[in-house]
């Protein structure tokens, strides 16, 4: 058993965000994201974590432990508040340790060692498998690039990425409001699909269908609608 996604994939998506975060001055870095409530530290700050989280789940593999990524959710969601204040120069160094410390636990992996699961906390919630691992970490990479609001867009998203997700959107938002998306390539039914017509690029639905932004790059007959939260 291998990754479900090419490793030379999630490297490029990873060299792409160091240059990024590498770019941004301390002013920058406290600057607002996409996401509201949260900093651009905020963001990297979680990219940071995840990375940290999903390392210690693959040095688990290694060593022969079941390691959960976080011991709680709201372990989780302090550490990240306290990494996005924390000095400029130490989040940039850790973000980037971070980076180097999780591919060399990705290479580490040992033949047969992708198979099983893991746990996202350490009391209950759900099972993930482990080959999925680089496909988790490439959607955060990927995705929260584009969060930082920093020029990287999601129309800068390689093609491959973009359906990956664009159908595992269609797939998880299918028992939600009824809408169909016009894609270049077709129209593609959601949550039974007899809802308002919405068009445009399939990054540009991606990028909304994640519940980012408000539609830009898109059209809408009769409005846009509001699809609630992504699960």
Do not use: I, K
């Not at 509201?36 to 979680?46: F, G, T």
């Not at 372990?75 to 990494?83: H, K, N, P, Q, S």
């Amino acid at each position: 058993m291998t990754p479900d996604v090419p490793l030379d994939d999630l490297a490029d998506a990873t060299h792409r965000l160091v240059r990024t975060v590498d770019g941004l001055d301390d002013e920058a870095l406290g600057g607002p994201s996409v996401l509201p409530s949260w900093s651009r530290a905020h963001v990297v700050a979680h990219l940071t974590l995840n990375a940290e989280a999903l390392e210690a789940v693959l040095r688990g593999v290694v060593e022969g432990r079941d390691v959960p990524m976080y011991l709680s959710q709201e372990v989780r969601d302090a550490a990240v508040e306290d990494l996005a204040v924390a000095e400029r120069t130490a989040l940039r160094e850790r973000f980037m340790a971070s980076t180097t410390h999780f591919w060399e636990a990705v290479v580490a992996v040992p033949e047969g060692g992708w198979q099983g699961e893991f746990r996202r906390v350490a009391s209950g919630g759900e099972l993930l498998q482990r080959v999925t691992v680089p496909a988790m970490r490439r959607l955060e990479v990927e995705v929260h690039h584009a969060d930082l609001g920093t020029g990287y867009e999601p129309a800068d998203w390689p093609e491959p990425f973009v359906d990956e997700v664009f159908n595992r959107l269609v797939h998880d938002r299918d028992g939600g409001v009824p809408v169909m998306l016009r894609t270049p390539d077709g129209d593609v039914p959601l949550g039974g699909g007899a809802g308002p017509l919405v068009a445009g690029s399939r990054a540009d639905l991606t990028w909304w269908l994640l519940g980012r932004g408000a539609g830009a790059g898109l059209t809408a007959d009769p409005a846009l609608p509001d699809l609630g939260r992504w699960r």
